[in-house]
C-alpha cells in the first residue's frame, strides 16, 4: 500500500501477470489491488469510464486541445458519416458526434469497445455505434 499512501491522488491499482514470452495483455486477466474497476475522466460536457485494457490518451488535458482542433478541422456540417478508426474508449468520435449524423468507431481491443458503448450511454450519445 506504500502508493496508495504517498500518493493519494492514485484512485485504482491494478496488475496483470505475464508468462508469456511477450508483452502482449488483452488475453490476460487483471487484478484489481485496491480501487475501482475503471477511472472516469472529463473533457468539456462528456465523461468517459475507462478499464485497465481500454486506450484513452494519457494526457486528458492536451488531447482536449488536440480533440478541438480535429472538430474544427473535419469542419463537420451534421450530415457525414464519421469512421473513427483505433476508436479506444471512444473519445474522439463522442467529442464529435454532435455534429456528424453518424460515427462508426472500430477498435481491436474489445475492452475498449465495451467502455466505448458504456461512455455513448452514459453521455447520452445515441448516433455512435462501436465495432471490433
Do not use: C, W
Request: proline residues 2%; aromatic residues 12%; charged residues 20%.
Amino acid at each position: 500500500m506504500e502508493i496508495k499512501n504517498n500518493f493519494p491522488e492514485v484512485v485504482s491499482l491494478h496488475y496483470i501477470v505475464n508468462t508469456k514470452v511477450n508483452d502482449t495483455i488483452y488475453d490476460l486477466e487483471v487484478i484489481t489491488h485496491y480501487g475501482s474497476a475503471f477511472i472516469t475522466e472529463e473533457m468539456e460536457n462528456l465523461k468517459f469510464q475507462i478499464s485497465p485494457k481500454s486506450f484513452f490518451q494519457t494526457n486528458p488535458t492536451q488531447a482536449l486541445e488536440l480533440y478541438k482542433v480535429v472538430r474544427s478541422f473535419s469542419a463537420l456540417s451534421g450530415n457525414e458519416l464519421v469512421y473513427d478508426l483505433y476508436t479506444g474508449t471512444g473519445s474522439i468520435a463522442l467529442f464529435v458526434a454532435s455534429n456528424a449524423k453518424q460515427v462508426i468507431g472500430i477498435e481491436q481491443v474489445e475492452d475498449s469497445i465495451r467502455d466505448a458503448r458504456l461512455n455513448a450511454q452514459l453521455n447520452g450519445i445515441t448516433n455512435v455505434k462501436f465495432f471490433t
